[in-house]
């Protein structure tokens, strides 16, 4: 064992050792309630979450008469934001990359890479998460040596050892210039590659123990995991941004009709939402690009998502790549469109359910988490004003009904040099 | 403004970088010494004039005056392409008959928002390798290079950063690579077809320079000096002892050729070119403020200073703003220890802060980052005015740039650049509804063709789009 994992075999036996926190019967009261699907806030809501699971939500919903409230002095109260398609828990700090598992493109592997592996709870990228409102994420893509960048998994941002939600909940490919980059350089031999690839999954699941052919290009390991994508049992998220390639992606379900499709990124999809829409395939949309920073963004704007979702297209917000803490300014943006002329955005109810109970269904997992509807997870957030203002944030944050530290290193060095000036002792020794 | 250009840029150009001191030499100098310290400061000067523009009257307003002044229902005239009045009516103000006049009810009023450090036109849209020309990574020491030589007019970035960033000037400088990495420029976000029709009339110069990692990375893996930090500062010290070297052999009529270096650098020492120097960590930033005693310049401002506010007092002592982000946090080792609260603990501190983009998406919300800040600021107890956050935009960058007489605050006399937005700019629902340089309507959202489309974007799909 290198040091390198010793030192993570350490950490995940300290990690364990810390006693699970216990979910929490808890009422909230008086709250400006925020169901998170798409639904209006609602004044003077109560929500109550028993064994971890919402019971109940909403105006006058009855207090039981064993529970303490938690008096929310109407401020706002919604479901905890999922952010999918981030890097959460695989990287430490992004440059320094001893510390940064989301590349492996020395790796032999690519489809079979299987990504819950590295999750680091202890990460301070989950902590500052956590502390902004963060509850869930989907984790994804890997930089590999092929088009497929791995399998994603659904993660909660709590603080104990027990991240992963979902291991290998959906696999992850890039058409567009990144995966022509490393399928030979061009379009071409992505589409080539992703045929190939698929058809040596389904060869494989015919005779799963016997011998391949003797021209396979995949390893067993990638061709093994692709099986669940041809059989569309595993969604295959699709990285695509030009109108073509967003074309291509959908076209891909003739000659593989079982695949689960979903758009990550979709810059152009405002060109081709009613395709997108027909063919019922949801996207994760990246939120404010309005720059033509590659030849496949050329008609990059802010009211993609808008436009999308008016013409019937089902999208969220995610794959923005830097702090997911983020996502309720982007959310934000969205809404101050509306009174752009001639631009398109969300109204605020639907901003916000693009950022919880829309990523949530995404992932398939609109049933468990991402809104206050009863039989979902107790996650919920207190904020100190409407959470999509930018002068807003988190004051209180609750996972499966467990409330969490909003400690982290940045709030450590804000107590630290909270005046610079040192005192009698160094601030070394403020702590 | 053709007034005010005679004054600031054809003193540039008859002025020699000769000191008075050569007389003390008793010496003439020789042809060869008058050719390396008589020259053109100003080679690529400014080409830019105001468009035309109509006098302008917003009534019921909330004014921002940029300067930490608040007016509510307040009234603002432009006029020749200058803020002519503000105040709390239009009363008293000469407005003349061909006016425009606005009803500002419900919306605000800002001085056109400055970023003091973009890559726009030197890393434009689309970020191609053809477009890479922000940093010449072929020495750690480029004062030659000057980024105006390579910005591209046509960069998309531009118009996003007026239409939805409510951005009127703009300082583009090199990139981080080298530790120093070349003159930075100052332009009018304006349009045109070459970079002297965008330059800032009469902005100085500044020098980028650059702290930490940057450097000694891209250095030390061309195995080279430096490759440690202690080797950016030996480097660094070497080149400013040539520097003095160099000035003193000009004040003493002593040089025989002409060195782009070196006139870059001397002109840091003589006072005329401002230092803004890329530099994340407070120790270094301490450090770097000796050597600039050591070497006999200031430092105007220290970019990317996400830890700041571990020394706000000494940054405080030596009137040196800090160029922020609001919450950018961990993407590199020396950022490992930012904080939301850096503003707010630097502003408590009595320290200058100035938000700053770095990025062609942050340019278009700095005004979203202040509000950030202001909220961080508040939650840990610090109180900061909505109207003095709004100066992080306006006259902080304005100061840090040199062209605070000109521009950065609702003065009258002060050049027309003005934002009209549709709500509370701190407010993430709120965008720009009109920009004005220098008195003319350049952004109207209510307007289609009120929108500059750059020659990129023609005939490609979105041409015209609302971006």
């Known amino acids: 064992m290198s040091a390198h994992r010793l030192m993570r075999a350490a950490l995940g036996a300290l990690l364990a050792s810390a006693a699970p926190a216990m979910a929490q019967d808890m009422a909230i009261t008086n709250a400006r309630l925020v169901i998170g699907d798409g639904t209006p806030p609602i004044e003077n809501g109560t929500v109550v979450v028993r064994g971890g699971k919402v019971v109940a939500a909403g105006a006058g919903v009855a207090l039981p008469g064993d529970l303490k409230p938690i008096d929310a002095g109407g401020r706002w109260v919604t479901p905890g934001l999922v952010v999918a398609v981030t890097d959460l828990g695989l990287v430490d700090v992004e440059a320094v990359d001893d510390s940064n598992d989301s590349g492996a493109a020395k790796a032999p592997f690519s489809a079979g890479l299987d990504i819950a592996a590295a999750i680091n709870p202890a990460a301070q990228p989950i902590a500052i998460a956590r502390a902004g409102g963060v509850t869930r994420a989907a984790v994804a893509p890997l930089g590999t040596s092929g088009i497929f960048r791995g399998q994603g998994a659904v993660i909660d941002l709590g603080a104990d050892p027990r991240a992963v939600v979902q291991p290998r909940a959906f696999q992850y490919v890039d058409l567009g210039e990144a995966g022509a980059a490393v ?92 395709e997108i829409a027909a063919a019922g395939v949801p996207v994760i949309a990246t939120p404010l690009t309005d720059l033509p920073q590659s030849f496949e963004r050329l008609g990059a704007t802010q009211s993609n998502v808008g436009r999308m979702a008016a013409g019937g297209v089902r999208v969220a917000l995610g794959a923005f790549f830097d702090q997911p803490r983020y996502a309720p300014q982007y959310a934000g943006n969205l809404v101050a469109l509306n009174r752009v002329p001639g631009a398109r955005g969300l109204s605020w109810d639907k901003a916000f359910a693009a950022i919880s109970s829309g990523p949530a269904e995404i992932l398939g997992m609109g049933e468990r988490f991402g809104s206050l509807r009863a039989g979902r997870a107790g996650d919920v957030v207190v904020w100190d004003g409407d959470p999509l203002e930018l002068t807003s944030g988190a004051v209180r944050v609750f996972i499966d009904g467990v409330e969490q530290p909003l400690e982290n290193h940045q709030t450590r060095l804000r107590e630290r040099y909270r005046s610079p000036a040192e005192g009698s002792l160094p601030k070394a020794y403020d702590w | 403004m053709r007034g005010f250009r005679a004054v600031l840029c054809g003193a ?66 432009l006029r020749d392409g200058k803020v002519a009045a503000v105040g709390a009516s239009a009363a008293g103000f000469d407005v003349p008959g061909d006016a425009l006049r606005i009803d500002g009810s419900g919306k605000f009023v800002t001085p056109g928002i400055i970023d003091i450090h973009s890559h726009l036109g030197d890393y434009p849209s689309p970020a191609v390798e053809a477009h890479s020309d922000g940093n010449e990574m072929t020495d750690p020491i480029t004062p030659n290079v000057w980024a105006e030589h390579s910005v591209w007019p046509q960069d998309p970035g531009f118009s996003r950063a007026l239409a939805n960033g409510g951005v009127t000037a703009l300082q583009i400088l090199p990139g981080s690579g080298n530790l120093m990495g070349g003159r930075g420029v100052t332009l009018k976000n304006v349009p045109a077809r070459t970079v002297q029709g965008m330059k800032f009339p009469g902005a100085p110069y500044s020098l980028k320079m650059a702290c930490g990692e940057n450097p000694k990375r891209v250095y030390g893996e061309k195995g080279r000096m430096p490759s440690t930090r202690m080797g950016n500062f030996a480097v660094n010290r070497e080149t400013w002892i040539k520097a003095q070297e160099y000035r003193r052999k000009r004040d003493e009529g002593k040089l025989e050729t002409r ?70 946090w961990g993407f590199k080792m020396e950022a490992y220890d930012a904080i939301p609260e850096n503003a707010g603990i630097l502003h408590k501190a009595g320290a200058c802060v100035v938000i700053h983009s770095d990025d062609e998406n942050g340019i278009q919300r700095l005004n979203q980052e202040a509000a950030k800040a202001q ?34 605050s609702l003065e009258p006399g002060k050049m027309g650049d003005v934002v009209l937005w549709n709500g509370n700019p701190l407010s993430v629902y709120s965008r720009p509804e009109k920009v004005w340089v220098d008195g003319a309507l350049l952004f109207d959202a209510n307007d289609r063709k009120r929108r500059p489309v750059s020659d990129f974007e023609l005939g490609q799909p979105g041409e015209g789009d609302v971006k």
Not at chain 1, 191 to 208: D, F
Not at chain 2, 57 to 70: E, H, N, P, V
Not at chain 2, 376 to 401: C, F, H, K, Q, S
Request: charged share 25%; net charge neutral.
């Open chain 2, 12 to 77: 540039a150009l008859v002025l020699t970088a000769a000191a008075p001191g050569i007389a003390r030499d008793k010496k003439e100098p020789g042809a060869a010494a008058k050719a390396a310290t008589q020259f053109n400061k100003d080679p690529y000067p400014s080409t830019y004039r105001p468009y035309p523009g109509q006098p302008v009257l917003i009534t019921g307003a909330t004014i921002y005056d940029g300067k930490g002044g608040r007016i509510e229902g307040g009234a603002l005239l």
């Open chain 2, 375 to 408: 909220g961080d600021a508040r939650r840990m107890g610090i109180e900061i005015p909505d109207a003095e956050v709004i100066r992080w935009l306006t006259a902080n960058p304005a100061r840090a740039m040199g062209i605070d007489a000109l521009t950065g």
């Open chain 1, 183 to 274: 399928a030979g350089g061009s379009r071409v031999a992505v589409l080539a590659s992703l045929r190939n690839a698929l058809a040596e999954a389904r060869e494989l699941a015919l005779a799963p123990a016997g011998n391949r052919r003797d021209d396979v290009l995949l390893t067993r390991t990638d061709a093994a995991a692709l099986i669940a994508v041809v059989t569309g049992r595993q969604p295959l998220y699709v990285r695509a941004d030009r109108a073509a390639d967003i074309r291509m992606a959908l076209n891909l379900r003739e000659e593989f009709p079982a695949l689960k499709l979903t758009l990550v990124g979709a810059t152009e999809g405002w060109m081709v939402a009613g």
């Open chain 2, 259 to 328: 060195d782009l270096k070196m006139e870059t650098l001397a002109g840091v020492l003589d006072g005329e070119i401002l230092i803004q120097n890329h530099c994340y960590r407070a120790d270094e930033m301490a450090l770097v403020l000796d050597m600039a005693k050591e070497a006999g310049y200031k430092v105007t401002t220290f970019h990317h200073a996400v830890e700041s506010y571990k020394i706000g007092d000494l940054l405080r002592a030596n009137e040196v703003c800090s160029a922020i982000w609001a919450d950018w």
